[in-house]
């Protein structure tokens, strides 16, 4: 029988379970063994970490959130260091990598991941390895595919976050900040804000003078006495991006821009805003995926089997006007399908009179 390997690597979201289910049942229908690998790439580097993936062991688990193979956005294999930085994986490691698949008789991969694990993808690729790819990110930012499994329900989630905080921000005439997920590209922010009835919209992709900001605020204070401002992680502020946190080896730690974007306004406009904010973080990658993440995971799923059982390796499968294709993987890595003012979201919020600049 031949034998292929799973793996997902960067950080998790909803739909990664379904994706996986899809592959084995298709797998096994192909009459193909499947081999998980656990944490990513470290599971297939010494000391490997597997377990067959049978029609049992996935049954079930399209619903759950997270990933049964468990993930890590760090390690031997990081191809990434940033925004449109790679680096190099030591020819060691990719050695290693592709040695322990002929020790087990895997054939090939599939690899479900972002930006960076493609990446690495790209590199173990050039060492003989068969791979074709799945894009995940909640950021719905990798170029070449419309939909990434994820971005519906962290925006869901963002969305019930702010039916509840417009409730409380009115009730205490409040200016309430509420920071999301996006590092490079603010399509949560867009997506979620604008569905939330969000009074700005703030995103890494369009620079902002707090100035600005907080005339809007005043306006909004005069006429509404409320407000409510999503901020993506990485918003842009007067020229340049606020980190937030420590600069690590691998890429900067963004996060808390909420907090100092609130005190940047209350040093502009000293006891005229009663100010909170709130960091969702993590409730927007956990818990279970929502129907639209649930069908297009398992469409990702059936759809890179099916590419790898016809050959089409250095390929990642895309989701395009309704349909599954493939592309090759080095065009999805390098740059990022970022929010234009072009784009549907940014027009209609700037015609509702949302701040976005």
């Known amino acids: 029988m031949k034998r292929v390997g799973i793996l997902?690597?960067?950080?998790?979201?909803?739909?990664?379970?379904?994706?996986?289910?899809?592959?084995?049942?298709?797998?096994?229908?192909?009459?193909?063994?499947?081999?998980?690998?656990?944490?990513?790439?470290?599971?297939?580097?010494?000391?490997?970490?597997?377990?067959?993936?049978?029609?049992?062991?996935?049954?079930g688990i399209s619903h759950l959130g997270g990933t049964i193979l468990g993930t890590v956005n760090h390690g031997r294999f990081g191809a990434k260091k940033g925004e449109g930085q790679s680096r190099r994986i030591p020819a060691d490691v990719l050695q290693m990598a592709a040695d322990n698949l002929k020790k087990l008789d895997v054939d090939g991969l599939i690899v479900i991941g972002g930006d960076g694990t493609l990446s690495g993808a790209v590199q173990l690729a050039?060492?003989?390895?068969?791979?074709?790819?799945?894009?995940?990110?909640?950021?719905?930012?990798?170029?070449?595919?419309?939909?990434?499994?994820?971005?519906?329900?962290?925006?869901?989630?963002?969305?019930?976050?702010?039916?509840?905080?417009?409730?409380?921000?009115?009730?205490?005439?409040?200016v309430i900040f509420v920071e999301t997920m996006g590092r490079h590209t603010g399509w949560i922010a867009f997506r979620a804000g604008l569905a939330g009835g969000a009074n700005a919209i703030l995103a890494p992709e369009f620079e902002f003078q707090v100035p600005d900001l907080v005339s809007f605020l005043r306006h909004r204070q005069a006429t509404r006495r409320s407000s409510v401002v999503v901020v993506a992680e990485g918003a842009h502020i007067s020229s340049k991006g606020v980190h937030w946190g420590e600069k690590s080896e691998e890429e900067v730690n963004l996060g808390g821009i909420s907090h100092y974007l609130m005190s940047l306004v209350g040093g502009l406009a000293p006891d005229e805003f009663e100010m909170r904010h709130v960091v969702l973080g993590h409730t927007q990658r956990g818990g279970t995926p929502n129907a639209a993440d649930r069908v297009v995971a398992k469409a990702y799923g059936c759809e890179a089997m099916k590419a790898y059982d016809r050959g089409e390796f250095g390929t990642v499968v895309a989701y395009i006007n309704q349909s599954m294709i493939t592309v090759p993987i080095d065009e999805c890595t390098g740059d990022l399908k970022r929010v234009t003012a072009d784009t549907l979201e940014y027009i209609t919020a700037r015609d509702l009179g949302v701040f976005v600049h």
């Open 126 to 174: 050039a060492f003989g390895v068969n791979i074709v790819g799945v894009p995940k990110t909640i950021d719905n930012d990798l170029m070449l595919t419309a939909r990434t499994f994820g971005f519906s329900t962290a925006c869901q989630v963002v969305v019930d976050a702010l039916d509840r905080i417009h409730t409380t921000a009115t009730s205490h005439h409040r």
């Open 8 to 59: 997902n690597s960067g950080g998790d979201c909803a739909g990664l379970n379904a994706v996986i289910a899809s592959a084995v049942v298709t797998a096994n229908k192909l009459g193909y063994e499947v081999i998980g690998f656990e944490q990513g790439w470290e599971g297939l580097l010494d000391p490997m970490m597997y377990r067959p993936l049978t029609l049992d062991a996935v049954r």
